[in-house]
């Protein structure tokens, strides 16, 4: 699976933008996706995340409520929709694939996930 992560840009607070992953590979739709974004001078970090089916998602603390994962599986996409943005939201984003095709559940360890996309900036101004 190849992914290519889009639609970063700059936004002032309290605006919205929607991330797109493009998946390439015809078992995209057997993975479970994640969003994880990566601040200067920190840690990649856990966003939000899929299952393979949709049927299930899972958000961080800090954008729960304000940021939607979606997929759709006919058009290989996985979509983050982040409203009320705020300027500690500004990172690199991250789109990527589960190790583990058909997983019930959604995980959030970087290390659970196999395929990584190549980030798109997302700047949030005060």
């Known amino acids: 699976v190849q992914l290519q992560a889009s639609g970063g840009g700059l936004v002032q607070a309290g605006g919205s933008l929607r991330l797109s992953c493009a998946a390439s590979?015809?078992?995209?739709?057997?993975?479970?996706m994640g969003w994880f974004r990566q601040a200067p001078g920190k840690e990649r970090e856990f966003v939000a995340a899929i299952s393979w089916s949709g049927g299930v998602t899972y958000y961080s603390n800090s954008v729960k409520g304000r940021f939607t994962i979606s997929r759709d599986n006919a058009k290989n996409l996985v979509y983050l929709q982040m409203n009320s943005l705020k300027p500690e939201d500004t990172a690199v984003y991250y789109c990527a694939a589960d190790t583990t095709p058909f997983r019930a559940i959604v995980v959030a360890a970087t290390t659970e996930y196999k395929y990584w996309g190549q980030g798109t900036q997302v700047t949030v101004s005060s």
């Open positions: 590979g015809r078992t995209f739709s057997s993975y479970g």
